[in-house]
């Protein structure tokens, strides 16, 4: 059975750093798209990171520069570090993933089929 379990989310403050963690179970990441998606308050979902093997991981515009995903296959767990962070970064973040994929699918979260429970990121001073 697939499992994505978010943890580390917090309030932190504009220009601050914060890492996200997501502990995958019931399958490999390295077969796999895994993914971060935002959802703000009154927004739509937007994909903001995604990493799949043998592609460049992809970023939102809106955190190209600021934010890192990155896998730890020995823990089978996806991160997120995210700096610089701007009040504009509040939301609850979802961790997804599926079978094969691509990091562009980040465009499009409707194509993954796993998604963990959520974790609230505020950043706000």
């Known amino acids: 059975q697939v499992q994505l379990v978010e943890s580390g989310g917090d309030l932190a403050q504009p220009g601050g750093s914060l890492t996200i963690s997501c502990a995958a179970s019931?399958?490999?990441?390295?077969?796999?798209?895994v993914g971060w998606i935002r959802q703000a308050p009154g927004a739509e979902r937007e994909g903001v990171a995604c990493?799949?093997?043998?592609?460049?991981?992809y970023y939102s515009d809106s955190v190209l520069g600021r934010f890192t995903i990155s896998r730890d296959f020995a823990k089978n767990t996806v991160y997120l570090q995210m700096e610089n962070l701007k009040p504009e970064d509040t939301g609850v973040y979802y961790c997804?993933?599926?079978?094969?994929?691509?990091?562009?699918?980040?465009?499009?979260?409707?194509?993954?089929?796993?998604w963990g429970q959520g974790t609230q990121v505020t950043v706000s001073s």
């Open positions: 997804t993933a599926n079978v094969g994929g691509h990091s562009r699918w980040c465009r499009t979260p409707a194509l993954f089929d796993y």
């Open positions: 019931g399958f490999m990441l390295d077969d796999h798209v």
């Open positions: 990493i799949s093997s043998g592609a460049s991981p």
